[in-house]
């Protein structure tokens, strides 16, 4: 293939990072074939504002698309026609990164993963990637070949609402109290149904998931990357913060199960030992969330029980 490298940016005006992406871009060591932005049709007018004071205007194509009826569970049928419709526009001889409008990662952190990639591996980040969650790679920032990044949205849009499905996982645990994890999310569907693409016989356990992990991704730690959210989604750090991983106890909807979050850090796909770094981070990431409110086994939620 070509040493062709694609942007891939979709999500709504009112919540995008352009000014810390395209620092980003102008710092990256390598040059973008495409710059394509995905928004709704609400949004056009505000974005093509921005965009005329771009320094990469030139190289940015803005793709609108009605907003959905049905939106789906938690937003999949969204990222399944905004994601379409950007890889319409790029060549498919491209390595795509595709990348929420409000995260923003370093480019140049990339480049020793583009073999791999090259090789149909696809690279996601640690962050939200569940191991408590079998087939629950995260979906928030992708790397891969253009005809992987294809087949892996080439999903059928969910007929189902968000309430539909909160309903039938209320069902389901009222049959089985015993069930610890959400049976069904947008990451978990996704990856399954690329790993029935790729001819794999899912197993549904655990064992299962983590083989197949191994074959079909890399999983970089988000401080590897210099991952960054716009938000504020890290309990004690602000806005713009490095994205560290879970590790919480918590229900992800009113009346579900308790999950008990944790995710893949990337020495466990790698089957090899963490680095210094990667024990501090963890370290760190764990003492965070210790300290989150909602945490029903943190220090807060101990210390109330107490009184």
Known sequence: MSNKISLLIHGPFSEQWLSQISKQIERASFEFDKIIIVSYE???????????????????????????????????????????????????????????????????????YFDEIKGGKILTTNCFSRKDRPYHPSDMFLCAKYSVIRDYYSMPLMSESQLDIELKVVESLEKDPTLKFLPISPESELCKHYLVLKGWKIEGTFEDSMNALKKYFV?????????????????????????????????????????NVKCIMAHEIQSSCPSLKDIFFIFLSKLVWSLWPQNLEGIRSKLSRKK
Not at 223 to 248: M, S
Not at 254 to 259: D, N, P, S
């Open 42 to 112: 609400t949004d056009k007018g505000a974005y093509g504002e921005l965009l005329e004071k771009s320094p990469f205007k030139a190289l940015i194509s803005l793709v609108t698309i009605k907003d959905l009826l049905n939106p789906g569970f938690f937003n999949i049928n969204r990222q399944l026609v905004s994601i379409n419709a950007g890889l319409n526009l790029i060549d498919p001889d491209s390595i795509v990164l595709k990348l929420r409008n409000d995260q923003s990662v370093n480019f140049n952190k990339l480049i020793p």
């Open 219 to 259: 999983i970089v730690n988000s401080w590897n990357i210099d991952f960054r959210w716009a938000k504020k989604r890290t309990h004690c750090f602000g806005k713009d913060a490095l994205i560290l991983p879970h590790f919480f106890k918590t229900a992800p909807f009113r009346m579900a199960m308790v999950e």
